[in-house]
């Protein structure tokens, strides 16, 4: 039995709480990539470090340290982990928004994997376009290649009206240049990038500009945040998918007349919250997701 | 005399259209309602309107720079602290719709919307 298939079978009898959700990708019997491994990363997303609402979550200062506990007892230790955007809660205050992002980063260095990939929210970025974020993190975007699959990390918060942007987009371009009509692509995001429910602000502005420059290739998946829950939806034969939060779940987009927290059930603690892995067959052009709860049940 | 009377009016309107800039009007002139955005709030937060009646939207904002989107009626607009942002907007159906704030604008932005209430 390969390792590959010993970590799904361990993903789907971890007992963990959450939905095994695979996505086959088309075409993938031609992938013609030169380095061809099975790999497994894992997202985490919206950790809002500094939010307080006890309502929501009374534990918002133990949340994150439970999630970085749990990932680091993951029986098979991923290649690498992605945390895709609002790392922080906002705050108006630039010396309050540093001290936060500095805390997360003490707190994610905790984390056993050391390769470990930032993105922006729009709540740690949008205020001062991604001044502080990047002190701390680097670029906002950038792209980078691992076994096979090339990785394309978009920034649609910076900017405060939710857009890419010309000058990435022609970016983003130029790095789709490099890339083969069926290379394997995996796309990180913080906003969907299609308009999921704009009438709460789930919708990148532009962006239908970076899914039009993806379409040409036939094995994109996007990862993405935003949203405080899953959520699967194709655009033509892009896959995307968005992540749980680690502080509090919002309900379903469109199912009631305002966007609000979900309310924490003392009887289910965390429910609604967790990160997942994603188990990157690359081969079989399939990405296996496990959704985790922060703490077992 | 009446012909003089709608040729003032005609006028008027004329003049009217020129203010208004890049907007179109039809006649007769249309319902204006002007709207406050500040931190983190719009008001007023409800907006009344009749389906098919037109109406421009005036915004103004004193504080920082902000957005005014209603996705169901694919009308949006920056607001931008001394300038008078407008749209015109047409119901073309009854119900009730959101309208929130589409750029980031601080602590509070994500709870600035509002509603606008469209009767037959």
């Avoid at chain 1, 709480?17 to 790999?39: I, N, T």
């Avoid at chain 1, 949008?126 to 950038?142: M, R, T």
């Avoid at chain 1, 500009?209 to 935003?226: E, R, S």
């Avoid at chain 2, 607001?79 to 980031?104: E, S």
Wanted: proline share 6%; charged share 25%; glycine share 10%.
């Amino acid at each position: 039995m390969s390792e590959s298939i010993d970590r799904r079978e361990f993903l789907k009898l971890a007992g963990l709480g959450g939905a095994v959700f695979a996505s086959g990708l088309a075409g993938g019997a031609k992938f013609a990539g030169a380095a061809q491994d099975d790999f497994y990363f894992v997202q985490l997303s919206d950790t809002h470090w500094g939010f307080n609402g006890p309502v929501v979550n009374p534990d918002a200062g133990g949340t994150l340290p439970k999630a970085v506990a749990a990932v680091n007892s993951l029986e098979y230790e991923p290649d690498f982990i992605v945390f895709t955007g609002d790392l922080t809660h906002t705050t108006d205050d630039p010396k309050e928004r540093r001290r936060r992002l500095a805390e997360f980063r003490d707190i994610v260095k905790g984390l056993k994997n050391k390769n470990v990939r930032f993105m922006p929210g729009e709540h740690d970025a949008a205020l001062d376009n991604g001044q502080a974020w990047k002190e701390f993190f680097g670029a906002s975007y950038y792209s980078f290649d691992h076994k096979g699959v090339h990785f394309i990390a978009i920034d649609n918060v910076s900017d405060p009206a939710a857009r890419i942007g010309g000058e990435q987009l022609a970016w983003l371009k130029s790095d789709l240049a490099t890339q083969a009509a069926d290379a394997r692509i995996v796309v990180f995001t913080h906003r969907p990038l299609f308009d999921l429910y704009p009438q709460w602000d789930w919708a990148t502005r532009d962006g239908a500009q970076a899914i039009d420059l993806l379409m040409p290739h036939k094995n994109v998946t996007v990862f993405y945040g935003h949203i405080h829950q899953e959520h699967h939806q194709m655009t033509g034969h892009i896959a995307h998918h968005s992540a749980k939060s680690l502080i509090f779940p919002l309900p379903a987009p469109g199912s009631q007349p305002k966007r609000e927290p979900i309310r924490w059930d003392p009887a289910q603690p965390y429910r609604g919250l967790g990160f997942r892995g994603v188990d990157a067959q690359v081969q079989k052009a399939e990405y296996e997701i496990t959704e985790y709860p922060v703490k077992k049940a | 005399m009446k012909l003089g009377r709608r040729r003032l009016l005609a006028a008027g309107i004329a003049i009217a259209g020129v203010a208004f800039g890049a907007v179109v009007f039809a006649q007769p002139k249309e319902k204006v309602i002007r709207v406050t955005a500040r931190k983190w709030v719009f008001l007023p937060r409800e907006i009344r309107l009749k389906k098919g009646v037109p109406v421009v939207l005036e915004f103004v904002t004193a504080d920082v720079v902000m957005g005014f989107n209603a996705p169901d009626f694919n009308v949006r607009a920056d607001i931008i602290p001394g300038q008078v942002a407008r749209v015109r907007l047409v119901p073309d159906k009854t119900g009730t719709f959101v309208f929130l704030c589409d750029i980031f604008c601080g602590d509070g932005h994500e709870g600035m919307s509002g509603q606008i209430h469209v009767v037959a």
